[in-house]
């Protein structure tokens, strides 16, 4: 429990062994009345066998479904297991969890915080194509929830227990899915969505890309999944009134 709330962490991992226990580690410090699932997505390395090693609950998917598909699972875990609040939380290390509590205090406000790089912490900074994609999303989610938000592909987020039950049944899987399209399919729904500043850190594993001809495929794929998530359907069945695009 934290403040009277049931939290579960959700952790997205695949083929994240080299620093996955530093990860867990550190949310076990700084959240220790939390909960902690580890989907792991397909990994074909020793992932799932150093979640349980740090006493994370593990959840194993067949084969990778990407991070979309992870919190899918996450968030039908958390709605079977009547958690209050649902925290998504990087593998990499890129997430610092000493930010959590800022999100559960804004979740006071709203049904699903995310935690923004652009909000005026840190110094993270995304360039040519890639920033230009940043603006667009976030310009046009800014508008849609009507309230600033900077930061439109964060995975770093919190909801509570009526978005628990909302992306148990209904949550995009495909590319920038589970950050863009969520988000929308949200706003759409009437959620309320906040933001608190946080800073990100370099992560762990893995390497960034930053080729100019990426940066320009990833403008072009993050305009047309803002696009799909503006038409796209969504449940109608939410508990929050619909909203236009």
């Known amino acids: 429990m934290i403040d009277g709330r049931r939290v579960l962490v959700i952790v997205p991992a695949w083929n994240e062994d080299a620093g996955l226990a530093t990860t867990l580690g550190e949310i076990n410090k700084e959240l220790p009345d939390a909960?902690?699932?580890v989907v792991d997505d397909g990994s074909t390395d020793r992932t799932a066998k150093v979640a349980a090693a740090e006493g994370a609950i593990v959840a194993r998917l067949p084969y990778n479904l990407g991070v979309g598909g992870a919190m899918r699972l996450g968030y039908r875990y958390a709605l079977e297991y009547n958690y209050d609040v649902a925290i998504q939380i990087d593998a990499d290390g890129q997430h610092d969890p000493s930010y959590v509590p800022a999100l559960l205090r804004e979740l006071d406000n709203a049904d699903l915080?995310?935690?923004a790089r652009f909000g005026g912490e840190g110094d993270y900074q995304a360039r040519g194509p890639r920033r230009w994609a940043m603006r667009l999303l976030s310009g046009v989610m800014s508008k849609l929830?009507?309230?600033?938000?900077?930061?439109?592909t964060s995975g770093f987020r919190a909801c509570n227990r009526d978005l628990i039950e909302?992306?148990?049944g209904w949550y995009p899987v495909e590319y920038l899915g589970d950050t863009v399209e969520s988000t929308v399919g949200a706003i759409r729904c009437g959620y309320k969505v906040r933001q608190v500043p946080v800073a990100m850190r370099p992560r762990t594993t893995g390497k960034p890309s930053h080729s100019p001809l990426r940066a320009m495929v990833y403008l072009a794929?993050?305009?047309?999944v803002l696009l799909l998530a503006l038409i796209r359907r969504v449940p109608t069945q939410a508990p929050h009134t619909m909203v236009s695009a």
Do not use: N, P
């Open 35 to 37: 909960d902690i699932l």
């Open 113 to 115: 915080v995310v935690g």
């Open 145 to 152: 929830a009507g309230t600033r938000l900077t930061d439109a």
């Open 166 to 168: 909302f992306f148990a």
């Open 221 to 224: 794929r993050a305009g047309l």
